[in-house]
């Protein structure tokens, strides 16, 4: 039951990590949708898991360009546009965690 409830967790993590990147493509005029963007967000996670098990020193740099390069093939964006939705995403979740936060709906171990 463990593995089931760690499975659905690490799903709604993703699809909800999706909608602040979701945003920042379209602030930016890239080409998303949410199940493109949840799709992004897997690939993503398996090639931090690959680069994790397989490198031992700068794996945060090569993890970063191949984030980046996603970005730009997957969203049809520039590689400065790339850069400025992997920035933008993080500021949109904060903004909405700020938001859920006003609402009375924050998290408790916060």
Not at 25 to 31: A, D, F, P, Q, T
Not at 77 to 86: H, Q, Y
């Amino acid at each position: 039951m463990a593995i089931l409830t760690e499975a659905l967790l690490s799903v709604l993590v993703i699809v909800l990590s999706a909608i602040p990147l979701n945003l920042a493509v379209k602030v930016l005029g890239g080409h998303s949708g949410l199940l493109k963007v949840i799709g992004v967000n897997f690939l993503i996670a398996v090639c931090g898991v690959f680069l994790t098990t397989t490198l031992d020193s700068s794996k945060g740099l090569i993890s970063f360009l191949v984030l980046i390069v996603v970005y730009k093939v997957m969203f049809d964006l520039s590689w400065i546009k790339a850069v400025l939705a992997w920035v933008l995403q993080f500021i949109i979740a904060v903004i909405l965690i700020l938001i859920v936060g006003a609402l009375g709906f924050g998290l408790a171990f916060l």
